[in-house]
């Protein structure tokens, strides 16, 4: 059976597929190890996707967009993290989180600002929550937004904030009164360059290396109150159906990932001899295989499934898109450390991309929601 039969794809959404990962291929693939290695953002990469029109898959035209599905954004982000991680993560807050926001709760004054250029890929997007001391607990934001004439006054600090610095837009959240935990959180449009925005540490990643991971820093820094999203104190609300989106990104760039690790290990195994024969031909190779093999097609299944379901409108989808970035993200650190396995020493030799795959896998585990988070999301929706 064909791909598009297997997972029930249309024909345009599995023309759509290949025409993503032969661009992949070509244009990112070549160059994923010397990104890594540097540790530079990779500029030229966006550029590809700008110029083949991957930086607004999932929204209308009349915006400049694709006016594809998001099941369409999520192969592209599997297609796209196969060949480069790294590349995958900034289109993944690029559009799950950042355009994604503005595009469904912001004003049509702010859309018609900010979308065109975010989505035809002449900006990058951004998503500012995560804080020194609000991690998994978003409620304990820090950084204080004050109501001031025609202005909010923002005085904070962001952490590990992806395309940080690179980014030109930026959707933050900060509260009014840190006393109200959630019930205080407000969203806002900030840009890059306004008067008391700045940046901070780049982080250096142990994986998805050429992601630029920032601290940014607002002192005195003044945002014009048309720059809020949705109104005053339902930024966590914002956040969490932010995050929903982005889950679905991640298990997807999950997917990429484990699929890499698994095309990796299989050519190796068959090219590899030992005992005077391919070591695929040893039943231990096969068992992790064939574990591998299975497990990234459920992964695969629930991650088009939560898409599905966001496609069809019909409410939240919290508990699919947890269940898909949790299964897949764990999937494919099992699938990276297997290929590591399979490829033996030169699998943790940079001879070899296995070892590149074990860092980048193991972040899908922890942004955007770690595991656990995710497991208290399934179980409060089964509980409710």
Known sequence: MTEQNIYNLTKEQSEFKQYVKETAEKYLLPKAAEHDKNGEFPYENIKVLKEHGLMGIPFPTEYGGGGRSYLEYILAMEEISRCCAATGI??????????????NLATAEQKQKYLPPLLKGDSIGAFALTEPNAGS??????????????????NGNKVFITSGGVADTYVIFATLDPALK?????????????????????????????????????????????????????????????????????????????????????????????????????????????DMATEIDAARLLTYKAAAVKDSGTGRFSLPASQAKLYASETASRCASKCVQILGGYGYTKAYPAERYFRDAKITEIYEGTSEIQRLVIAANLLK
């Open 137 to 154: 607990d978003a409620a304990n934001l820090q950084t204080i937004a004050k109501p001031e004439g025609d202005k909010y006054i923002l």
């Open 90 to 103: 900034i289109l993944s807050v690029h559009t799950s989180v950042s355009c994604s926001t503005i595009y």
């Open 182 to 290: 959630t019930r205080g959180i407000t969203a806002f449009i900030v840009e890059k360059g306004y008067e008391g925005f700045s940046f901070g540490r780049i982080e250096e990643k142990m994986g998805i290396r050429a992601s630029v991971t920032r601290e940014l820093i607002f002192k005195d820094c003044p945002v014009p109150k048309e720059n809020l999203i949705g109104k005053e104190n339902e930024g966590f609300k914002i956040a969490m159906q932010a995050l929903d989106h982005g889950r679905i990104g991640i298990a997807a760039q999950a997917v990429g990932i484990a699929q890499a690790c698994l095309e990796l290990a299989l050519k190796y195994s068959k090219e590899r001899v030992q005992f005077g024969k391919p070591i695929s031909a040893l039943q231990a190779i096969q068992f992790m295989l064939a």
